[in-house]
Every structure is written in C-alpha cells, then in structure tokens.
C-alpha cells in the first residue's frame, strides 16, 4: 500500500456556528467533506511538522474560520478569511445552479451545456478566489481549492 503524504487534511468538521439544514443540504455537505478528504493537497505556510492535518471550519462575524490542527489535536493554527470577496460569486453561482437545474428538466442538450459551462467557469473562479486568499496562510493546490470552494458553497446553502 502506498504511503500517503503528510501534507493533507484527514478531517473536516464543520463548527456549530455553521448549524443544521435540510436533509437535501446536510447530504451534499457530507458529500462535499468526503470529496475533500478523499483527495486533497493543505498544508498551513511556516509548518515544518507537517500534517496530516484536521481541519475545523466556522462562521464567525461574517467571516471564514479554518482552526487547523495535527493528527493528535494539537493546535496548528487559526486562519479567518473575510467572506466578503466571495459574496458575488457564491450568490452567482447559486442562481447558475437553480438555472442548471430547471434546465435539466425541459431545455435542449446545448443550452443545458451552455449553462454548465457557466457554472464550471463561476465555480474556477470561486476556486481561484479562495486560492489567492489562502496564499501565504494555507498552500492548497487548485484542486483542493476547488473542494473547499464547493464547502464554503454548501455551508451557505440554505436549501
């Protein structure tokens, strides 16, 4: 069996500042936490132990909280990014999905493209955006920003 690397979260656990949702919400939240830990590359800039790493994720006055920690508990460290940069993008991307949906049901195959076109390149950029806002506290490769994106998407999903 391969080793796996040490930089990589192992968990990730949503705060109770987040709160409960719908059924609907609660699975895609699941679904998006076991698509983060199943592939992932996180490591917090300036530590040298390396991971792997748990990762507890929050809302606190209108920001983002990501509480990392080791393998063991031990506190990493804290880092809260301001949710304000992804305010337009998340509320985009919300209304693409609702588009994408309806479209599923009565639009020809083209237009459902068209619209899923839109809604990959919305969710890039979102990825993109956490991407940067990340830099210098978190190295994450595009991939992973591209699952925490799609967390920070259902955690405000309020279905």
């Excluded at 936490?33 to 132990?49: Q, R, Y």
């Excluded at 006055?61 to 460290?77: M, P, T, Y």
């Excluded at 920003?145 to 259902?154: D, G, Q, Y």
């Amino acid at each position: 069996m391969a080793e796996q690397p040490k930089n990589r979260l192992i968990d990730v656990v949503l705060d109770e500042s987040i709160g409960r949702s719908t059924p609907d919400v609660e699975h895609e939240r699941e679904v998006a936490i076991f698509d983060l830990i199943e592939e992932n590359s996180f490591h917090p800039v300036g530590d040298d132990e390396g991971g792997p790493y748990r990762l507890r994720l929050g809302v606190r006055d209108n920001k983002l909280v990501f509480a990392i920690s080791r393998e063991d508990g031990e506190q990493v460290v804290t880092n809260i990014l301001s949710l304000t940069p992804f305010r337009r993008i998340v509320k985009e991307y919300f209304m693409i999905c609702e588009s994408y949906y309806e479209a599923i049901r009565s639009a020809s195959s083209a237009q459902i493209e068209a619209i899923d076109m839109g809604r990959r390149g919305l969710h890039n950029e979102g990825s993109q955006t956490l991407q940067d806002r990340l830099a210098g506290k978190i190295d994450v490769d595009f991939d992973t920003a591209r699952r925490l994106f799609t967390l920070v998407c259902v955690l405000h999903w309020r279905g």
